[in-house]
T-cell receptor, first 112, second 113 residues
C-alpha cells in the first residue's frame, strides 16, 4: 500500500530535550515536505526537500532541522524544543510531475 | 490581508443537502487550486484539483475556480454523514522548485443523518 508513515504519532516531552520525528514514504517520491497545523493558523510549511541531500526552508523553519540522506526518509529534528512548538505535524510527499501531495497521519507533539 | 481566506465554520447540514464551501485569495500568482479533506485525527487527502478557471466535476463533488475574482468553491451534492470532515482549500504558485501549498484554515462540516 502506497503511504507516508510518521513516528511517533503522539509525543509529550519537556523543553530542551532533543527529539526526532521520522517520516518515510514508499512511493519513490523525490519531493517531501513538513507542515505544522495550528488552530486558527492552518497548515504552514516548515521545510521541504527536492531530492536526496537537497533541502530548503519553508515559511516557519525556526527551531527545526531536517535531513534527507535517503530518498524515502525525511526526519524532522527539534534540537531544543520549546512550548511554542506544540503542534500537529504532517509529513507529505509528491510524485514528480504530478500535483498530488500525500500526507502522513500526523504527529501530535506537546512540549511542556 | 492573508493570502488565503476560508470561513472556518462550523457548518452543520442535514443529510442530502447541497454544501457550498468557499475560499478567496489575494495573490494572483496562485495558479493551481486544490481541495483537501481531513477527517479527525487523520492527514489531509486530496479531493479535487483544478488549474484553469471553470468547473470540474467528480461524482458528487464540483470544484469551481474564478481567477478573475480570486475565488474558489467546492460544492457537495447529496451530502452524506461520511462527508463530515474538515475541508481545506489549498493553492500553489506556478514555477519555482518548491511545491509548497498555501492552505486556508479549513471549514469543519458536519452532515447530520
Amino acid at each position: 500500500e502506497a503511504q507516508v508513515t510518521q513516528n511517533p504519532r503522539y509525543l509529550i516531552t519537556v523543553t530542551g530535550k532533543k527529539l526526532t520525528v521520522t517520516c518515510s514514504q514508499n512511493m519513490n517520491h523525490e519531493y517531501m515536505s513538513w507542515y505544522r497545523q495550528d488552530p486558527g493558523l492552518g497548515l504552514r510549511q516548515i521545510y521541504y526537500s527536492m531530492n536526496v541531500e537537497v533541502t530548503d526552508k519553508g515559511d516557519v523553519p525556526e527551531g527545526y532541522k531536517v535531513s534527507r540522506k535517503e530518498k524515502r526518509n525525511f526526519p524532522l529534528i527539534l534540537e531544543s524544543p520549546s512550548p511554542n512548538q506544540t503542534s500537529l505535524y504532517f509529513c507529505a510527499s509528491r510524485d514528480t510531475g504530478k500535483d498530488t501531495q500525500y500526507f502522513g497521519p500526523g504527529t501530535r507533539l506537546t512540549v511542556l | 490581508q492573508k493570502e488565503v481566506e476560508q470561513d472556518p465554520g462550523p457548518l452543520s447540514v442535514p443529510e442530502g443537502a447541497i454544501v457550498s464551501l468557499n475560499c478567496t485569495y489575494s495573490n494572483s500568482a496562485f495558479q493551481y487550486f486544490m481541495w483537501y479533506r481531513q477527517y479527525s485525527r487523520k492527514g489531509p487527502e486530496l479531493l479535487m484539483y483544478t488549474y484553469s478557471s471553470g468547473n470540474k466535476e467528480d461524482g458528487r463533488f464540483t470544484a469551481q475556480v474564478d481567477k478573475s475574482s480570486k475565488y474558489i468553491s467546492l460544492f457537495i451534492r447529496d451530502s452524506q454523514p461520511s462527508d463530515s470532515a474538515t475541508y481545506l482549500c489549498a493553492m500553489r504558485r506556478s514555477g519555482g522548485s518548491n511545491y509548497k501549498l498555501t492552505f486556508g484554515k479549513g471549514t469543519l462540516l458536519t452532515v447530520n443523518p
